[in-house]
């Protein structure tokens, strides 16, 4: 696992995550490991939404070493398995906007866990429109992801 240290923020601009991280801005923190701490979001879609952040600052997934993803995942699980117990919400969604056209916010990267419950109206924490892709353009995509899938770790 690539050592917290190695990473900083490579940009000038004051990161909020980074700065809770290292606790100069408060925040209501479910749990912590050496690599990787959990808040309530301040802005929650519903009671018990959380986020997962690295303590290294990588902006997207695919910045951080495959282990620090593997991790994120595990914290992940064990966050899952405690809202289930305090909140037993009937589902969740676990969302990474990655890249400002994806959504994302806060240019860390970060896992959102989202307690769903039946009344909830909208079926995700937002929505997104389908395309029509011809089956000749899918095709040409799936044997290219395949192929350099071949070349990833
Ligand atoms: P994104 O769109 O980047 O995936 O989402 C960023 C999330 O971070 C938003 O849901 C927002 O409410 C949350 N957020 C932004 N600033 C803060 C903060 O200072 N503290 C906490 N706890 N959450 C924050
Ligand atoms: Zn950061």
Same mark, same amino acid.
């Given at each position: ?5 190695? =990473? ?8 909020v $995550?980074?700065?809770?991280v290292? #606790? ?13 701490i959990? $808040? ?16 290294? %600052?990588? &902006? ?17 699980w @064990?966050?899952?398995?405690? /809202?289930?117990?305090e909140?037993?919400?009937? #589902? !969740?969604n =676990? /969302?990474?906007?990655?890249? @400002?056209?994806?959504?994302q916010?806060?240019?860390h !990267? %970060?896992?959102?866990? /989202?307690?769903? $419950? ?5 079926? !995700?924490? !937002?929505?997104?429109g389908?395309?029509? =892709?011809?089956?000749?353009?899918? @095709?040409?995509?799936q &044997?290219?992801?395949k192929?350099?899938?071949?070349e990833?770790?």
């Open positions: 696992m690539t050592n917290r240290q190695e =990473i900083s923020n490579p940009s000038d601009e004051p990161c $995550f980074c700065r809770i290292k #606790g100069e801005i408060p925040s209501m923190k479910v749990y912590e490991d050496e690599y990787a959990a $808040f309530l979001d301040i802005n929650p879609v519903n009671p018990g939404h959380t986020l997962i952040v690295p303590k290294n %600052h990588y &902006e997207q997934l695919n910045d951080m070493p495959i282990e620090m993803a593997e991790h994120m995942m595990k914290v992940a @064990k966050i899952v398995l405690a /809202i289930k117990k909140i037993d919400p009937l #589902g !969740f =676990i /969302i990474s906007n990655n890249g @400002k056209e994806a959504g916010l806060i240019p !990267f %970060h896992m959102h866990v /989202i307690p769903r $419950f039946h009344e909830d109206k909208t079926r !995700f924490a !937002f929505i997104w389908t395309k029509k =892709i011809e089956e000749e353009q899918m @095709k040409k995509i &044997e290219g992801i192929e350099k899938l071949k990833t770790v």
